[in-house]
C-alpha cells in the first residue's frame, strides 16, 4: 500500500485564457444569438472605456492641481530663503 497523491496546479490564468478563446468561439458564428452576445460584449467594452476616460481626467485634474500647489509652496519658500539668507550671505561675503 502505498502513498497514491496526483499533485494538481490550478492555473488561474490559463483557465481565463481558454474561457475567452470558448467565448470567442462561440461569438464567432453568424447565428442571431451570436450577434446580439458581440454587440452586448461591444457596447459594455465602450461604457468601461468611457468610465476609464472619465476616471483618467478625474486623476489627471488632481494631479495637475497638487503639482500647482507644490510649485507654489516651493516657489513661497524660495522667496522667503532669498528674503531671509541672501543679506547675511552677502555681508558675509563683503
Not at 485564457?17 to 458564428?29: P, S, V, W
Not at 451570436?34 to 476616471?55: D, G, P, V
Request: aromatic letters at 12%; a positive charge.
Amino acid at each position: 500500500m502505498g502513498f497514491d497523491y496526483k499533485p494538481r496546479f490550478y492555473d488561474e490564468r490559463k483557465e481565463e485564457m481558454l474561457e475567452r478563446h470558448k467565448t470567442a468561439a462561440d461569438l464567432q458564428g453568424e447565428n442571431p444569438e451570436a450577434l446580439k452576445a458581440r454587440i452586448k460584449r461591444n457596447m459594455r467594452r465602450q461604457t468601461s472605456n468611457l468610465n476609464t476616460k472619465h476616471i483618467r481626467q478625474q486623476q489627471m485634474a488632481k494631479s495637475s492641481f497638487r503639482f500647482i500647489i507644490i510649485i507654489a509652496v516651493l516657489l513661497l519658500l524660495g522667496f522667503v530663503a532669498i528674503e531671509v539668507y541672501l543679506p547675511r550671505f552677502i555681508h558675509y561675503f563683503e
